[in-house]
């Protein structure tokens, strides 16, 4: 290296599964359900990913939602693009937890993924923006509802004209299971994916084909983990089950990316959904992938 320069930004370390495991119990050991029910907990997992963000170094963005005359709120941290910044990818996991559960796998996987997500690119340069976000008020009574926390968000960022061009949503990302038949699918699926459930699932609408497309290979060139992706109809059961629905309702492209919640994970949305059920190691491995595939999208289409 010359003298006077400096070297350029890299990664974070690898993901850690030990923040992993720990992300998880903070928010469904410690917390527990956490949801309009709940508003304490609601809060407290808020004001948790609050602390974890400024950690990280970043400066969170709360974009709040009303209910019922209750204000809940979207966080979000962002690192600038340097070349493009206009053109955004968005990283997003929902925080809230059905009624009755904790919410381990449901969602609190996808959230501890965002977490070692951001960490990773905190330091790294991109040439597109990142934005990660979590989302409030995905499960039930705002499910498929104009109130769901990224329906608000993927509305108000199409009134603003803003360019996001991919949107990966983590949703129930921490469970795999090695057994025969322990895989099952909306009718007919089951024709053309296996029947264990060892695989982690990229799910997109016919529109995002091609964001599908770059995510798998992204994906596939970093790590040799069971990847299982489709693109099909919307109105398969499950299909548009998070918070990807709301930004193709909004004409974004975007994916989902699960381990088929309850068409593997015999806990969903139930009592029994904690933390001493997720497979960490494999949680790991998984998000260690997706920070390649967040690397691609940030590069270019």
């Known amino acids: 290296m010359l003298a006077g320069m400096t070297p350029a930004p890299t990664m974070a370390a ?26 304490h907990a609601l809060r407290a997992a808020a004001d948790y990913l609050r602390r974890q963000w400024e950690a990280q170094g970043y400066r969170v963005t709360a974009h709040e939602v009303t209910f019922e005359g209750s204000r809940w709120a979207n966080l979000e941290v962002s690192r600038p693009g340097r070349q493009a910044p206009n053109e955004i990818v968005v990283i997003g996991a929902h925080y809230d937890s059905v009624f009755g559960s904790p919410g381990a796998n449901d969602n609190g996987s996808g959230v501890a993924a965002l977490l070692e997500l951001a960490r990773r690119f905190a330091a790294r340069d991109t040439r597109r923006t990142l934005r990660f976000i979590a989302f409030v008020n995905e499960e039930p009574p705002f499910f498929q509802t104009g109130d769901m926390g990224s329906r608000h968000y993927a509305r108000a960022a199409r009134a603003k004209g803003e360019d996001i061009r991919a ?35 990229l799910v997109s609408n016919f529109r995002s084909r091609a964001l599908l497309k770059r995510a798998v290979a992204a994906f596939r060139a970093a790590s040799d983990f069971p990847l ?16 990807h629905a709301s930004f193709w309702s ?3 492209p975007a994916l989902m990316i699960t381990d088929t919640a309850l068409y593997r994970y015999p806990y969903y949305h139930s009592a029994r959904d904690t933390p001493d059920k997720l497979d960490y190691a494999r949680l790991t491995r998984v998000t260690e992938a997706l920070a390649a595939v967040v690397e691609a999208l940030a590069k270019s289409d």
Do not use: C
């Open 14 to 39: 690898s993901v850690s599964e030990t923040a992993l495991r720990a992300h998880v119990q903070a928010l469904a050991g410690d917390i527990g359900e956490r949801n309009v029910w709940r508003p």
């Open 167 to 201: 949107m990966l949503s983590l949703e129930t990302i921490g469970y795999y299971d090695d057994a025969p038949g322990s895989q099952h699918y909306p009718p007919f699926f089951s024709l053309f994916f296996p029947d264990r459930g060892n695989f982690i699932g």
């Open 228 to 243: 299982e992706y489709v693109a099909t109809f919307g109105w398969v059961p499950g299909v548009d089950w998070s918070d």
């Open 250 to 252: 909004e004409g974004y």
